[in-house]
Structure formats: C-alpha cells, structure tokens
Nanobody, 125 residues
Framework: VQLQAYGGGLVQTGGSLRLSCAAS????????TAWFRQAPGKGREVVVA????????YTADSVKGRFTISRDNAKNTLYLQMNNLKPDDTAVYYC???????????????????WGQGTLVTVSS
C-alpha cells in the first residue's frame, strides 16, 4: 500500500486547511486509517482515526470540534478537514493505515503498517 499525503501549508490562526491522502495498492475502506502529527521536539501523536466500519471515529481531545476525518471510497482517498487552526496545531501531519488495528490500539502509531510521507502544517499567530 502506498500513501501520499498533501495539502499542508502556511495558514493564519483561525484558518482552515484540508489534507488529503491518496492511496494505491489496496482499498482504504478495508483498513483502519488515521492521521497523526509530530511537532518539533515531540513524539508522534494521533489526531483522528477511523475504523473500517466508518462509525464513531476517534478524535483527540485537542482537536475535537475542529478536525474531521473522512474517506472517499471512489477516490480511495482519506481527508482531514482542519478548522479554527491554532499555533499548537503546527506539525508534520502523516496519514497512516493498518490492516489489523484493534480498537484499543488505534492511538498507537506502532499499530499501523503503512505511512504517508508527511505534509507540513504551519499556523502563524
């Protein structure tokens, strides 16, 4: 499975961005998918995650009400809609997918087999 993330950029506080993650080699609908981020000097943390059944996505408390994950099965693409961005959201964002991710492991980056290359989001104050 190949994942290619894009859509990052520079945005002002309060602005919006939509990240995309195009997949090839396997249908995303058959995988657990997620967006992680890594800020300078910090570890990789999950932002949002979506199980195969597409119900009840996990959303980190820090982005609840602002970030939304979605998936277009026809385009085999994962999205992350980010609204009301804050400087603390500045990070490299990675899309990830895994074939055997149990619910209790959705927040663990080690549970995911496939990773995109990362796209940088910078939020200016």
């Amino acid at each position: 499975v190949q994942l290619q993330a894009y859509g990052g950029g520079l945005v002002q506080t309060g602005g919006s961005l939509r990240l995309s993650c195009a997949a090839s080699g396997r249908a995303l609908r058959s995988l657990t998918t997620a967006w992680f981020r890594q800020a300078p000097g910090k570890g990789r943390e999950v932002v949002v995650a979506l199980k195969v059944n597409n119900n009840n996505p996990y959303t980190a408390d820090s982005v609840k009400g602002r970030f939304t994950i979605s998936r277009d099965n026809a385009k085999n693409t994962l999205y992350l809609q980010m609204n009301n961005l804050k400087p603390d959201d500045t990070a490299v964002y990675y899309c990830a997918a895994g074939g055997s991710v149990i619910t209790s492991s959705m927040t663990n980056p080690d549970a995911y087999n496939y990773w995109g290359q990362g796209t940088l989001v910078t939020v200016s104050s």
